[in-house]
């Protein structure tokens, strides 16, 4: 995809979206039922009474018996630069305890209340008994059309481990047992070297939703590379889409 494909914030200008709406938004943890022994699959939310949010940012953290395992994007809400980093950064599969999640995208229109994020596969752990065990977000903010980050409310949720029922099989085939849990990761790219921080705008060590939104619109022609020079990687005066993957991953991964 090229920059030219990136369309969203030019069709929201047409449209009107470049003054914010004011509202709250939050993003939402739902609350799940699972049996010990199974894998569960747990939505995050997008709750807002705003009409021009861009993107979100967020955290989730959790405790044995949990055990996310993976996540995916929603491809109905078209974020293709949606992104993941599970922490301690390097953990192996099993032994995560947090992961990041930046939702963001280009040929898209601006994100409406309900829709849902992403997708985690979450395992319960075999034996674990019956009971309610949070999965948490730690941290939230959603970046609008005009690149302006707006601090979010987190809305935690759970596994409800639940008994099996006894016509049911509760217990985990043995492939399942012994499959080992992947987490993908971005391909790296070496053509040009980074800046120490892609996607710094203002230098402070840390990549907000807003920049990352900025970087967007400079890749349109909609701001000048001057406005966040951090993101272009090689200094040529324009914002691919390489260099907007780095920035996510600096939004993800820390600076």
């Known amino acids: 995809m090229t920059k030219y494909g990136i369309l969203f914030l030019v069709a929201a200008v047409g449209i009107g979206l470049s003054q914010p709406v004011q509202g709250q938004s939050a993003v939402e943890v739902n609350t799940v039922e699972a049996v010990a022994g199974t894998t569960a699959t747990i939505e995050i939310s997008l709750r807002t009474d705003r009409a021009d949010v861009a993107g979100t940012l967020n955290r989730v953290e959790w405790g044995p018996p949990l055990n996310v395992v993976s996540c995916v994007a929603n491809a109905a809400i078209d974020r293709p630069a949606t992104d993941f980093a599970f922490s301690p950064q390097g953990c192996p599969p099993g032994e995560c305890t947090e992961f990041g999640a930046v939702v963001l995208g280009f040929d898209i229109v601006p994100l409406t209340d309900g829709d849902v994020l992403y997708r985690c596969d979450v395992e319960v752990a075999l034996g674990t008994a019956v009971g309610s065990y949070p999965l948490v977000c730690t941290f939230a903010e959603v970046g609008t059309v ?92 324009d914002i691919t889409i390489s260099e907007l993957v780095r920035a996510v991953r600096s939004a993800l991964e820390g600076c």
């Open 146 to 237: 005009d690149a302006t980050t707006i601090e979010a409310d987190c809305i935690n949720g759970a596994v409800q481990v639940i008994e099996a029922l006894p016509t049911a099989t509760a217990t985990a085939t043995e492939a399942e047992m012994t499959a080992t849990p992947t987490i993908e990761t971005q391909p790296t790219i070496t053509a040009t070297p980074p800046p120490p921080c892609p996607g710094d705008c203002d230098g402070n060590g840390r990549v907000a939703i807003n920049e990352l939104v900025l970087a967007v619109r400079i890749a349109l022609g909609a701001a000048g590379v001057d406005d966040c020079s951090a993101a272009d990687g090689n200094g040529d005066g």
